[in-house]
C-alpha cells in the first residue's frame, strides 16, 4: 500500500477535524496531588465552552486503583453539559459501566491492548480475558442504549514487545466490530508511531470499516505527535484525542511523556486552514491555569510561547537603534 502524502494535508481548506479531550481523565489520573472536586468541574466547563467535540471527563473505577478520579460520579453529575459535545468516560467492567450509566455518561469508552505483555502489565488480565470481559461491559451498554468506544492500546509498537503486526490490530478491531461497538480508537500509548506507518495503518482500517467511527490517539514521547496527526488526517482520519497542557503519560513506557497537546494540535490545525470548531483562546486560557491546579508546569509549548498571531512590543530603546542604523547607512 502507498504510503505517499498528498499536498491536501497542508491545505486545510475548512475541512472539519473533531477534537477529543482527554486531559481531565487521562491527564489527572497520572497527576500525584488530588485535583479538587469543584477544579475539575471547573475545568470540563471551560473545555465545554471552548468547543472541544467529545470530552473524557472521568473514569468509573476502583477508587483504589485511580484514587486521582475517586470522585467521578459527582464530576460527571454535575458538569454544565454543551450542546454538541459527548460526554464520555473510561470504564473497566460492568460496574463501572452501570455506575457511568447512573451518572449519565453519553459514551462508554472501554481500554485493552492489542499486546499482550502490556495488557497484563496495564490491566492485569491476558488480552482473552479482557476481551471477555469487554464483551460483557459491551452488552450492558447496549441495554442501556449507551455507545460504546474501544481504544486499543500499543497499535503502532510495544516497549517490551516491539512492533505489533498491522494484521494483529486490524483483528482486534473486527472482533469489536463484530460486537456492534460505535467507535474505535487506534492508540499509540507509549509514543512508538511514525507518520508513515500511521498512514498505513489509517487507511487500511478506513477501507475496511469506512462506517465505524475512528480516532486516533498519539503521545508525544518522541516529538511526533502533530506528524501523526497529519498523516492521519492525510490517510483520512478527522477525529483525534488529546491532553489540554500535554498532560498524561503511560506508567509502562520509560521515558514516556504526555499525550498529543490540545493547543498545540488545534494552534497548527487552525494555522492550517482546518475547521476544529475550538476556540483558541479559550483552551490557551485554560491550559496556562493547569500549573497551579496541579502544582507543576506542563509541555505544553503554547501557553509558554503563545500563539503565532500572539505580537510583541519591541526593545524600549527600540528608537535609538532605528537611529543608528539610519546613522550608518
Not at 41 to 54: C, D, F, M, R, T
Request: glycine share 8%; proline share 5%; aromatic share 6%.
Amino acid at each position: 500500500m502507498s504510503t505517499a502524502f498528498h499536498t491536501s494535508a497542508w491545505q486545510g481548506a475548512g475541512r472539519r477535524i473533531f477534537m477529543n479531550e482527554v486531559g481531565t481523565r487521562d491527564g489527572l489520573q497520572m497527576e500525584q496531588a488530588f485535583v479538587p472536586t469543584g477544579d475539575k468541574i471547573a475545568l470540563v466547563n471551560a473545555l465545554s465552552q471552548a468547543g472541544l467535540s467529545k470530552i473524557e471527563v472521568t473514569a468509573f473505577v476502583s477508587p483504589t486503583a485511580i484514587p486521582a478520579l475517586r470522585d467521578g460520579e459527582i464530576v460527571m453529575r454535575e458538569i454544565e453539559r454543551r450542546p454538541g459535545t459527548v460526554y464520555t468516560a473510561l470504564v473497566p467492567n460492568v460496574r463501572g459501566a452501570e455506575r457511568a450509566i447512573e451518572a449519565r455518561t453519553d459514551e462508554l469508552n472501554l481500554v485493552m491492548s492489542v499486546s499482550e505483555t502490556h495488557n497484563l502489565c496495564n490491566l492485569r488480565m491476558q488480552r482473552r480475558q479482557s476481551f471477555a470481559s469487554l464483551r460483557q461491559v459491551i452488552a450492558t451498554a447496549q441495554q442501556a442504549g449507551v455507545p460504546v468506544n474501544v481504544s486499543l492500546s500499543c497499535c503502532f509498537g510495544c516497549p517490551m514487545e516491539g512492533e505489533v503486526p498491522q494484521a494483529e490490530v486490524l483483528d482486534w478491531v473486527q472482533r469489536f466490530a463484530d460486537l456492534g461497538v460505535q467507535g474505535i480508537t487506534l492508540c499509540d500509548t507509549t509514543g512508538m508511531a511514525y507518520p508513515s506507518q500511521v498512514h498505513e495503518l489509517v487507511r487500511a482500517f478506513k477501507a475496511r470499516w469506512p462506517a465505524l467511527g475512528l480516532t486516533l490517539h498519539f503521545h508525544n514521547t518522541r516529538g511526533m505527535a502533530l506528524a501523526n496527526v497529519l498523516a492521519s488526517i492525510d490517510a483520512g482520519a478527522d477525529r483525534f484525542d488529546a491532553s489540554i497542557g500535554g498532560l498524561g503519560g503511560c506508567p509502562y513506557a520509560p521515558g514516556a511523556s504526555g499525550n498529543a497537546c490540545t493547543e498545540e494540535i488545534v494552534h497548527a490545525l487552525q494555522l492550517m486552514g482546518y475547521d476544529t470548531g475550538v476556540e483558541l483562546a479559550q483552551i490557551v486560557a485554560a491550559a496556562r491555569a493547569l500549573p497551579e491546579l496541579i502544582g507543576h508546569e506542563t509541555p505544553s509549548q503554547i501557553a509558554k510561547a503563545g500563539t503565532r498571531w500572539d505580537l510583541h512590543q519591541p526593545p524600549a530603546d527600540f528608537a535609538d537603534i532605528r537611529e543608528r542604523a539610519l546613522a550608518r547607512a
